[in-house]
């Protein structure tokens, strides 16, 4: 067990930008031709990955931060009260933010670091490449009217009435 100096002085350490799970996703983005913005300043939250071209933001959250459940998780035995509601904050500030860039018609993506252990990562990277390329295609894809609007009930290859 550590003393609180010792335990302040390590989280005090840790960075909410350019972390190793961030890296990894900008990483392969980048190699897959992915091109985006870093914490941009005029969205709410600030996502970690803003890919303008797809209307979408993602956000790279470490499972103890943000209050992911899984077996990466583990609750501070010191300070509990206090962990527990900087916790809860963040996870419903984390959805307040999702809520607003929804209503401003961004997509979200959430990958949590434990999603990014070696052993899940490229199931991870190649589902968000998936994911993304997916997006891109509804939102830019061209809306045709059915042929059965268009002409009836017709077929083409269907006589007209009366010939």
């Not at 990466?72 to 999702?98: G, L, M, T, V």
Request: include cysteine.
């Amino acid at each position: 067990m550590m003393d609180g100096k010792t335990r302040s002085k390590i989280m005090a350490a840790i960075h909410n930008k350019g972390t190793k799970p961030e890296l990894i996703v900008r990483r392969y983005l980048w190699r897959q031709g992915f091109r985006y913005r870093l914490n941009d300043p005029r969205l709410p939250g600030h996502p970690d990955i803003v890919l303008r071209k797809y209307r979408t933001c993602v956000f790279v959250n470490g499972c103890f931060w943000h209050g992911h459940n899984c077996e990466e998780f583990r609750a501070p035995k010191n300070n509990k009260e206090y962990w527990e509601k900087k916790i809860e904050n963040n996870k419903r500030r984390d959805h307040e933010e999702q809520k607003q860039l929804a209503k401003m018609g961004w997509h979200c993506i959430t990958i949590w670091e434990c999603s990014l252990k070696k052993e899940k990562r490229m199931q991870t990277l190649e589902s968000l490449a998936f994911t993304l390329n997916h997006i891109f295609l509804v939102d830019h894809s061209v809306h045709y009217k059915a042929l059965e609007q268009e002409q009836g009930d017709q077929i083409a290859a269907e006589p007209l009435e009366g010939q």
